[in-house]
């Protein structure tokens, strides 16, 4: 079964506006992680945020924010003001704790796309 | 911060050939791992280490193969290249349960 699902192959947004990518998981661990990856296509893996499966308050890091949503098994990552830059496709992944090699298991990606 | 480093970052290889990736962190980490991914597709785990002398398939089943005999070094061997195994290769390690995975640059191996 698949762990993490990204619905949207592909989205365009308009320089300075906000984009929100969908991401749910599926576990039956209490605890996990979820992080969302930024991979340009120059092809490295850039690290962009974390949440914790008990953290209470959403994570937030500049202008990356992750909307949590643990009952629905919801994990979408917010980029406001979007620039240019931002073009590049971005992964949701998990890694569950009973998962002893620490692994992370990956979404299919969202290739995102910013028009000026 | 580029902790872990990946060589060469473009190869080009006749099928047939054996190839050796490179791969090496800084970090003192434990646990290493190897990702293949087709261009525009998800990652896939085909090898994963959780310290010397340990080496474990991963997810998706690969004809390469790994060694772990110093905690920095985790390198992926082809024998023999094929077409097939034209791919990314990323290459990541990781401290802690809660600690964020760190991807080398990568190696796009294209077998001609």
């Known amino acids: 079964a698949q762990k993490i699902t990204q619905t949207q192959p592909g989205m365009f947004v308009q320089e300075k506006e906000a984009v929100t990518l969908d991401c749910t998981y599926d576990?039956?661990?209490?605890?996990?992680?979820l992080f969302w990856y930024k991979q340009p296509s120059s092809g490295e893996m850039i690290f962009l945020i974390y949440?914790?499966?008990?953290?209470?308050q959403n994570a937030t890091e500049g202008r990356y924010s992750l909307n949590f949503q643990k009952a629905r098994k919801s994990a979408n990552l917010v980029i406001s003001a979007s620039q240019l830059g931002d073009s590049a496709m971005y992964f949701c992944a998990m890694r569950e704790a009973t998962s002893n090699d620490y692994k992370l298991s990956f979404g299919a990606g969202t290739t995102v796309t910013v028009r000026a | 911060e580029a902790d872990i480093y990946q060589t060469p970052r473009y190869l080009v290889i006749g099928t047939g050939k054996k190839i050796t990736l490179e791969c090496s962190q800084t970090?003192?980490?434990?646990?290493m791992y190897w990702y293949q991914q087709d261009p525009g597709m998800e990652l896939h785990l085909i090898h994963y280490s959780y310290g010397v002398n340990s080496t474990e398939k991963g997810d998706l089943s690969s004809e390469s193969t790994v060694s772990r005999i110093r905690t920095e070094h985790f390198p992926l061997t082809l024998e023999s290249a094929r077409p097939s195994h034209t791919s990314q290769y990323l290459c990541?390690?990781?401290?802690?349960?809660?600690?964020?995975?760190?991807f080398g640059s990568g190696t796009r191996l294209t077998v001609v």
């Open positions: 949440q914790g499966s008990y953290d209470e």
């Open positions: 990541a390690s990781s401290e802690t349960l809660y600690s964020k995975m760190n």
């Open positions: 576990t039956s661990d209490q605890s996990y992680g």
């Open positions: 970090m003192g980490h434990d646990k």
